[in-house]
């Protein structure tokens, strides 16, 4: 019998896999490592249930997430094209 030696290493992906492996002879002696990712999305807190998306105004605007959990972005319109801010000094009506 010729004795000989086979190296091998493979790498997968999605759960992570590292290996080498050697093959002498008849036996194969390896090390593996698995990696694998865990999410967690469970949480005590509840799920925002508000709105995602504002239109800037004159008011101050309060989005009521304290302690809530987001699951998106919040989207902030620009100021739309046809509004215009009226004011007035106490002789002039301006509109800007």
């Known amino acids: 019998m010729i004795a000989r030696t086979v190296t091998v290493t493979a790498v997968f ?4 896999i590292e290996a ?13 490592t698995l990696t694998t990712s865990v999410r967690h999305w469970q949480t005590e807190y ?9 239109t800037p105004s004159a008011e101050a605007q309060t989005l009521p997430s304290t302690d ?9 319109n620009p100021i739309p094209s046809n509004y ?13």
């Open 13 to 16: 992906s999605s759960n992570i």
């Open 84 to 96: 215009g801010r009226i004011t007035y000094d106490g002789t002039v009506i301006t509109v800007s």
């Open 46 to 54: 509840p799920d925002y249930e508000g709105t995602y998306e504002i």
């Open 68 to 76: 809530t959990v987001m699951h998106g972005d919040i989207v902030i």
């Open 20 to 32: 080498t492996a050697t093959i002498t002879d008849t036996v194969v002696e390896a090390d593996a």
